[in-house]
């Protein structure tokens, strides 16, 4: 069945939902795991004169530093439960990252986490989840 599954997170609470049933899915297929995680673009983050005030260096050392704190998370747990586990991050849109990613790396699975938002609320905050759905050629798990 599902032999490469990419898990998608950013590391909330909601995302850890998305991760734990990626890897037990990873476990019981024997699937082998890709943990990705995105930071925005610094252009998204910080527009017009804020952008100024704060350097590009910094968010970018941030978002790195963060990025290893959440796939480090998930290497963590994957080892634990045997399941062969690579993490990436990418810089890019999150949804646009992830389904690059996925097929860069061969996966034939997505799986990730949605709040599952309705009405003006979605239309407001957007979906990570129902962008990757509509962008994506391949199989996408949505937790929530």
Known sequence: MYKHILIATDG???AE?????GLALAQVLKAKVTAVTA???WTAMMPGEA???????????????????I??????IARSQ?????????NGFPAEAIVETAKAKE??????????????SKLLLGSQATRV???SSMPVLVCR
């Not at 939902?17 to 049933?21: D, E």
């Not at 045997?82 to 990418?90: A, D, L, M, N």
């Not at 996966?107 to 003006?120: K, N």
Request: overall charge negative.
């Open 12 to 14: 909330s609470e909601l």
């Open 17 to 21: 939902k998305g991760v734990a049933a």
């Open 39 to 41: 930071t925005e673009p």
């Open 51 to 69: 952008a100024v005030a704060f350097p590009v260096e910094e968010y970018e050392k941030a978002g790195a530093e963060n990025a290893g704190w």
């Open 71 to 76: 796939l480090s998370a998930v290497s963590t």
């Open 82 to 90: 045997g399941v062969p586990c690579e993490t990436v991050h990418v």
């Open 107 to 120: 996966c034939d699975l997505i799986v990730m986490a949605s709040h599952g938002r309705r009405g003006l």
């Open 133 to 135: 759905l509509t962008l």
